[in-house]
């Protein structure tokens, strides 16, 4: 298989694809916030979309390992991972492919000044209250989603449940 400019764009025909994403969090003035990087524009898939930082897992590679791997390719930041907390799945109609999302809290290890992001990748990056993210809920949700038969946006879902689990004082990490 040749891999083209972009991971997302990798042809996987019939194929599943493992992708896992960090739900990084941090505390702003008494306020918890996640950390969301825009699509480059570039992307032939979602572009231009808010989304959590992660990406593909390698065949044979460790999910904690590459989710490290792909916050570092495209951050250059370390993350300090804690546990799971939500999977999904989705079809990449680029690729051709069907992949299984599996994400968890994390926090960067090093101070956020030091975010760079990779342009091919992302274009800019922010970080979002609850309120914020429900707020921009359409820079989020790729269109292919809107009035998709299997509900809503799986990684629009994953940011929700996330700050309810946050909210319920029953995740330490």
Known sequence: MNK?????????QGKQVISACAFVHADFAGETK?????????????????????????FGEDILD???REI????????????????ATY???IKGSHSIQVT?????????????????????YGW?????????????VAEIYEG????????YLTMLRGFELLNSGKVKF
């Open 148 to 155: 998709h038969v299997h509900g809503d946006d799986p990684e």
């Open 91 to 93: 079809i990449n109609h």
């Open 4 to 12: 083209v400019s972009h991971d997302s764009e990798t042809p996987a």
């Open 104 to 124: 968890y809290f994390a926090q960067f290890a090093e101070p956020i000044e030091n975010i760079k992001i990779q342009p091919e990748d992302h274009s800019t």
């Open 128 to 140: 979002f209250s609850e309120e914020e993210v429900k707020a921009m809920r359409k820079q989020i």
């Open 66 to 68: 590459g989710l490290k």
């Open 34 to 58: 996640i950390f969301l990087a825009k699509r480059a524009d570039t992307k032939k898939f979602l572009p231009g979309v808010y989304e959590l930082p992660g990406g593909h897992i390698d």
């Open 72 to 87: 570092k390719e495209e951050l250059n930041m370390s993350v300090t991972v804690g546990d799971p907390f939500y999977a």
